[in-house]
Nanobody, 123 residues
Framework: QLHFVESGGGLVQPGGSLRLSCAASRFTLDYYAIGWFRQAPGKEREGVSC????????NYADSVKGRFTISRDNAKNTVYLQMNSLKPEDTAVYYC????????????????WGQGTQVTVSS
């Protein structure tokens, strides 16, 4: 079954950084736009960022602009989300998924969801 494997989450203090990875399993992500999403307890899944298939276009939710950076390495079949200046409100399970176009907020239209990686920002 085609899906992504997310990793890199953990517990970090406010103001800290994490880099999440999203690796494609059993398919190449070269021709897909990739989106990062997050879901906090009791809340709906929300779009965080996305990147086009070439990497030439990116998009960010207002809540993370200037703090998060999405990138991709097609040779490694992996997409990354660098998260800096983390805040307690960034606490959530983070997921990645694929679509034809980089579009937010999603998650409608995205597919190949993984199990997610937990990010907890707390002192």
């Amino acid at each position: 079954q085609l899906h992504f494997v997310e990793s890199g989450g953990g517990l970090v203090q406010p103001g800290g950084s994490l880099r999440l990875s999203c690796a494609a399993s059993r398919f190449t992500l070269d021709y897909y736009a990739i989106g990062w999403f997050r879901q906090a307890p009791g809340k709906e899944r929300e779009g965080v960022s996305c990147i086009s298939d070439s990497g030439g276009s990116t998009n960010y939710a207002d809540s993370v602009k200037g703090r998060f950076t999405i990138s991709r390495d097609n040779a490694k079949n992996t997409v990354y989300l660098q998260m800096n200046s983390l805040k307690p409100e960034d606490t959530a399970v983070y997921y990645c998924a694929a679509d034809i176009l980089c579009r937010l907020p999603g998650p409608q239209g995205y597919d190949y969801w993984g199990q997610g990686t937990q990010v907890t920002v707390s002192s």
